[in-house]
Every structure is written in structure tokens, then in C-alpha cells.
């Protein structure tokens, strides 16, 4: 159990840097999930904190002790990485028992804790077994009690999950917060994946250009985004802005499932025609024309194409995004000028 | 419509063979030419020599007398013989397993610092004698190790110490010319193994850094294993290709002195064409084939239980 903070760090490759003055407290026990395009700087951050990759600048602590330039392999961290990283020329067995034998752990305590861990993740049955002859989902298991045995004080994850089918990834998903709630250990996790980050994080760190954009609870995050940025990379369809029609370049955003197919009282309400319509099963999508560009709704509401309605968004459900595209209260005053653009009640 | 289905699928089947033995005998034509000079310069040749060692008489001979196992029981017998698959045997230890632990050493290093200049240049140097003539090799060495005019002696007598006959001592004659050996080939092995490292993906190297192991652990345990089967094919090549050592023998030391770098195929061709015995040749060179075919059979048979192929 510890926590992790990282003060003013900096990462250039030469002249090029990807990650200036990063700031990121992770909470002791927390699963924390990094999340954000590639080349965002997540792996890298990961990687740092891990001390694969140098830092340039600043300070990484874990349990308030600087640990800059203590080797990757003491810093009691385990890792599981997006290849698996197995040791192709070890079996099963000899892989989970690797770390411990470096760490000079007695043989009975290697036997007991590769029996308990093995039992774990149900390898029991494939100890003598080479990497090869295993499938995805068992090499990843191997890779996750290999991480796991070292009894780490912190669990690092680089996009573990990307390399399995959908069927097993969901399934693993869910033994994965099983674990880190058996284990209690702060989980550091990396997905570019935002449905992964939103169903097993308990706290997001959402990063763009080698910047932290918001960091926060999933719930947060998808309720209260701060940005823009943040507000379109949570949930699909991605969330509408409607943009060029507010003063002060105010832009006017809402969720496609926050639309309601008929007037509302307390809201605007849009004259638009269905261009298209996608049926999900439970949900449809919709795209409506409207004077303001398209708009994106996700609701149950069966119509068909070319039908021409009234959609309105009420004004709980809207966010307000100034110029820079961060996120601004939303006064009363502005919202009588959205009435007033809008066509909408007061 | 039956019977006409019936009538056609024979019709179909039979031009489906024929396009079949069409691409067979396109197939057979073409690999023809490699076909036809294998078996005049390998297979024919190789049986000629188990049937030629069988015989006496000479080169000239018209009909050479058969002799039946004469010839590999004077072998047997011979001395002479027995120092030649001695230093043959102490020649292809010294220059494998000098050259493979010396190979695996360098290319780890070279590879360590991938990116630096250096290591191109070190790579080039180390390189450039495997495109060098072994002749031109051999004679730079003849000089460089002449016992009174050779660079090394120079050196030698330049701190002090007495000149010494590197090629012209039975002591150290053998020795010397596995040197050059090493010299020559080092470059060929260190790339093919440089390679092999190169495959080695670097997450395998970061877990065992997560790992905490220790730098020569690591090796041991992770990059030897992982490049052991080009390590195999390496050294059975470096055997072979030492069992067939001559042209360094022939112009360093002929075979000398007092018969102490006379090797396998050196021996060979002594008999052959300085003696005019071919048949007892041909015996000899019975003995090497059989040694290679018994020390390749080995190297894989200990390659199965050691080497690890993915």
C-alpha cells in the first residue's frame, strides 16, 4: 500500500519534450487509471513512475520518499506490460518464480506463495508449461501472478487488456477490480480506452499533449467535465457543442442521451429533421439536422427517418465552455441569453 | 442431368492431374541445374572417394588394385595419423570455443551501445577480416609472426624480451594458427549473433529490470537461452569449417613443424598429391566426413535438451 506523487516533472528526449511541469497525486490504494489518445505521455508517466524511462526534471515520490534514482526493480513495484513480457525460455512456473529467487525469498515461501497466487488466477494446472503453448487470456494470467507474487507495494498496468478478444477483455475487466479489491494495493493502470477507464477506475486522470486535462471520479468526470476536451472524450456519441451563436464565444454543450425527443419546459427546445437512425437494441441514434449544425441523440424513443420534431435540452443538462473551451458557470444571465438565441422558455 | 454431372467430373479431374504433373515436371526442370551440379560435385565425388579408398596404386595408376580395408587399417596404425586427428581436434577447440565465447562477448557489447558511433566503427574493424581472402590473412600473418623480421617480435625484443618462434615451435605453432582463425572469422559470428540479440525484445530486458535481477543473471538467464539456437547453428558451422582448416596451414607451416599443425584435409591432400596415394587419401577423407556426420549429430542432440527454440 503507498502512494505515489509526482512534483514538476519533466521528460525531453533531446529537444523534444513530451511531458513538461506534470503535477499527479495517486492516492494511497486507489485504482487510478491514466487515460487519454496515444501519445498523450500516459505510457511514459507509467514508466517513470516505474523507473523504466529517466525523468529530466522534478521528483517522484512513493510513500513520500524521493525515489529518482532508485532502480526500477527496488522500488517495490510489479508490472504488467501490453506484450506480456514473459521470459519465452521459462516455463510458467519458472517465470512467477523469477523476481522471488532475485529477491533471495526462501524456497518453502516461493512454493507457498506460487501455490496461493497460481490458485489465484487458475494456473495451477499449466505451472510446467512453456509460454508458447499458452493462449492470450492464460499468458496474461501468467504476467498478472508474476506481478502479483512480488507482493508489491504498487501495481502498474500498461493497456494489459489490449491484446485479448472483447468477450475476455470484459471478463477480465471484471476480475481485475476483483483483485485490487482483494489486494488493497494502489493500482496504476494505462488505457487509451475510455470505457475501460470509466468501469474500473476510482479515480481518472485524463491526459492530453503530455498534460493532465482533469482528474477526477469516473462519476465526476462524466457529470462535471472541466473542459471540452473532457466533456467529448467521455461517452458516445461524443457530447454535441454547438459553437458561433453565443457572445463572447461562449460555446453550448449537452449529452446526445440528455436530448428528449419533444418540447421541454424548462429548456430549448430545436426545430430539426432525423437524418439517420441507428438501432442498438435497448438505445437509438440519431442524427438531427438542425440550423445549427448536427446534433447527436441517444434515447428509446422509436421515430423514423426524415421525421420532422422538436427536440428540447433542458437547462440542467447543459455545460457552458468559454473561449479557451474551459468550462464557466452558467449564470442566470446567460441563461436568459440562451433563451433568447435558442428560442427556449424562461 | 445425373448422368451428364457423372460424365463431366472425370473430364475435370483428369485435366486438374494433368496441370498437376505439368507444374510437377516445371517444378523438377527448374531446380534442375542446382540438381545436376550437386551431384557432380558433391554426391558423385563422395561416393567416388568411398569407392576410390578401397583401392591402391597411385594417382597414375590405370587400374588401381582393390585393396579392401588396407587403406583404413594403415591409417589405424599410421602414427602420423593419429597426431593429425589430434591436432585437428585441438585446432577446432581452441578456435570454436575461443571464437564463440569471444563472438558472444563483443556482439553483447556492441549491442549495449546500439547507438553510439563507436560501435559502428568497432563493428567494421571487427568485420572486415571475414571479407579478406584466408590466404592474404595467412601470409600478413607469416610476416607479423616471422621469428626475426615479424612485427610481434619487434615489438617483443623493443620491452625487452627474447624473440620468439611463434610458427617454427611445435608448442606453440598450433596454437598460432588458431589465432589467425579466430582473427579471421570472429567478425562473421559476432554479426550472425548480433542479430539474434537484436530479436530480443527490450520488455523482456524491462521485466527482468522490474524483476531486480542482476546484470549477469540477466545474461545467463535470459539472453543466453533466447539466442542459444543461432549459438547451435554458429558453432556446428564453426566446426565443420574447422574440420576442413588448410589453406592457413598450407602457407603458415606446412603442416609442421615435425608434424605439429598437420591437420585432417591438410593430410588429405599431403597424401594425395605430394605421396601420390589417393586411395589411402580417400580413406581419410572417409574419417573426416565421419566425424563431422558423428560431431553434428551430437551438437543437435545436445541442442535438444539445451537449446530453447520459441
Known sequence: MSSISLKNVKKAYGDDVVIENLNLEIKDGSFTVLVGPSGCGKSTTLRMITGLETITDGDILIDGKRVNDVAPGKRDISMVFQNYALYPTMTVKDNIEFGLINKKIPKEEREKRIREVCEIVGLTEYLDRMPANLSGGQRQRVALARAMVKEPKVFMMDEPLSNLDAKLRGAMRVELINMHKRMGTTFVYVTHDQVEAMSMADDIVLMDKGKIIQQSSPAELYHNPNCIYTAQFVGSPQTNIIDGHLPNEIKLGFRPEKVRMHEVENGINIPAKIATREMLGAEIIYSLETAYGTIMAKTDVDMPVDTELKFGVEYDNMYLFGADTYRIPFTAELKDIIAVVFGGNK | ?310
Request: glycine share 6%; proline share 5%; with cysteine.
Open chain 2, 1 to 310: 442431368m445425373a448422368k451428364t454431372k457423372a460424365k463431366k467430373k472425370p473430364e475435370i479431374e483428369r485435366v486438374a492431374g494433368r496441370n498437376e504433373k505439368r507444374e510437377k515436371l516445371m517444378g523438377y526442370l527448374m531446380a534442375m541445374p542446382a540438381i545436376v551440379l550437386l551431384f557432380a560435385f558433391t554426391v558423385y565425388p563422395l561416393f567416388y572417394m568411398a569407392y576410390r579408398s578401397l583401392y591402391g596404386g597411385s594417382v597414375i595408376s590405370r587400374n588401381p588394385k582393390f585393396v579392401g580395408f588396407d587403406n583404413y587399417k594403415a591409417l589405424i596404425e599410421s602414427t602420423d595419423f593419429h597426431q593429425v586427428l589430434m591436432n585437428t581436434a585441438v585446432y577446432t577447440a581452441i578456435t570454436v570455443g575461443l571464437t564463440m565465447v569471444l563472438a558472444i562477448v563483443i556482439a553483447v557489447w556492441l549491442n549495449g551501445k546500439r547507438n553510439s558511433k563507436l560501435n559502428g566503427i568497432a563493428q567494421t574493424f571487427i568485420f572486415t577480416p571475414h571479407i579478406i581472402s584466408m590466404v592474404s590473412v595467412s601470409t600478413l600473418f607469416l610476416w607479423l609472426m616471422d621469428s626475426q623480421n615479424g612485427l610481434l617480435n619487434v615489438v617483443l625484443t623493443a620491452l625487452g624480451f627474447e624473440p620468439y618462434s611463434f610458427l617454427a615451435s611445435p608448442e606453440t605453432a598450433l596454437l598460432s594458427v588458431s589465432l589467425v582463425s579466430v582473427w579471421k572469422g570472429l567478425g562473421y559470428y559476432v554479426l550472425l549473433i548480433m542479430a539474434a540479440l537484436q530479436n530480443i525484445p527490450t520488455s523482456v530486458y524491462e521485466a527482468a529490470e522490474m524483476d531486480d535481477t542482476p546484470p549477469l543473471r540477466t545474461f545467463f538467464k535470459i539472453t543466453l537461452p533466447m539466442i542459444s539456437p543461432t549459438i547451435l547453428f554458429t558453432s556446428v558451422v564453426a566446426v565443420i569449417a574447422s574440420f576442413k582448416v588448410f589453406d592457413s596451414v598450407s602457407i603458415m607451416t606446412g603442416g609442421g613443424p615435425v608434424n605439429s599443425t598437420n591437420t585432417l584435409v591438410y593430410y588429405i591432400y599431403d597424401f594425395a598429391y605430394s605421396y601420390g596415394k589417393p586411395g589411402q587419401a580417400c580413406a581419410a577423407g572417409m574419417v573426416l566426413l565421419l566425424f563431422v556426420c558423428v560431431v553434428t549429430y551430437v551438437q543437435f542432440l545436445v541442442g535438444k535438451k539445451r537449446v530453447h527454440y520459441q
